[in-house]
C-alpha cells in the first residue's frame, strides 16, 4: 500500500461548517502517482509521511472523526451503523508532513459475504499502517464488539491512539475511558484523547498536531492538494448512498448499494450525473423509490444539495433502481460494486 499509490484524486480546498457549508470547488488529479518512481516526490527533502488507520466499532464517529482531521467531507455519514463499508483514505498535507488516514468499517460479527469484506479491509489496513487511531463511544462501557477491536490491536507493534469520542453526550466519561483504557493492559505505552469529533475542533487539532509528530521521515505517498483516493465517481455514488441510508428504515439500508455508471460536465457548468441504487429484492424495489416515486425523489434532492454544496455548482443528477439479488452474498456482484 505504501509503495504505490494509485488512481483518482480526489483534491478540494472546502472547510466543513456547521449550517449553511460553502466549499470551493473539488478538483481530481487523473495521473496515476507512483511514489518511488517520482521525481517530484523523491527530490522532497526532510519530509515525514504515513499511513494512520481509524478503527472501532460501528457507530462510534470514525467517518466523523477524519472529516474533521482534513476539514472536508470525504466520508459519508449517517446515524446508522455500519454506513462505512471500504478503507477509504483521506489525505491531509502541511509543508513537510503528509498523513494518510484510513477510515475502515466497524469491526463487528459478520452475517454476510459484504460483512467478511468489512472485516477484512480492517485486517488489511491494520497490517500496513505507522499508527493506529481507536475511536470509542464514551456514552456507553465496552461492548463485546469493543473487545473485539481491542484483542485485535492490542499487540500490535505501532504507535497506538485511544480516542474517547462524544464527551459532549456522554455522563460519565472519565469512568467509561477508565474501562477502555483497560481492555489495553499489557500492550505497553499509547496515547490517549478525549473529545467530540462533531463539536470540538480544538481537541480534533490537538489529535491531528499529536499524529503529525509521530510520522517517520518519508516523501509524500500523494501529491500536494489531494484530499482523498477516490475518484469522483466514487465519492458521489458514497453522497447517494449516505443520504438513501438516512432516509429507509429497518434493515433495508444495509441492503442497499450505489454507484455512479456516468458524469458529464456541460459547457455551462452543469454537471450531470446518472446512478443506480443497487437492492436485493423486487419488494426492496418499491421501497425505496415510494408511493409515486416520492421516497426516490427525496433521496435525489438530498443527494444533489449535497453534491451541489461540494462542487460549487449546478447539478442534475439521475437515479435508478435496480434488483441484483442476494448481492451482499454474491462475490461476482460484489467485485463488480467496488467490494474487492
Known sequence: MKEAAYGCLFSCACVLLRGNTRAARPVWH???MTVFNNQEF????????G???????PNVGKSTLL????GVKVAPISPRPQTTRKGLRGIY????AQIVFVDTPGLHKPKDAMGKYMNNEIATALSDVDGIVWVVDLRHPPTDEDKMVARQIRDLPKPLTLVGNKTDAAKYPDEAMKLYRELLDGRGEFNELMLSAQNNPGQVQILRDQLLAELPANPFFFPRGASSDQSREMWAAEIIREEAMKKLRD????????????WTSR???????EGEIIVEKQ??????????GKQLREIGQAARKQLEVFLNTKVYLGLEVIVIPGWREDPEALRELGYE
Open 251 to 262: 434493515e433495508l439500508p444495509y441492503a442497499v448499494a450505489t454507484r455512479v455508471n456516468s
Open 93 to 96: 498535507t502541511t509543508d513537510d
Open 51 to 57: 499511513f494512520v488507520a481509524i478503527v472501532g466499532k
Open 267 to 273: 459547457d455551462d457548468g452543469l454537471q450531470r450525473i
Open 42 to 49: 523523491n527530490n522532497q527533502e526532510s519530509t515525514r509521511a
Open 283 to 292: 419488494a426492496h424495489k418499491g421501497m425505496v423509490i415510494g408511493a409515486g
Open 67 to 70: 472529516n474533521n482531521l482534513l
Open 30 to 32: 487523473n495521473t496515476p
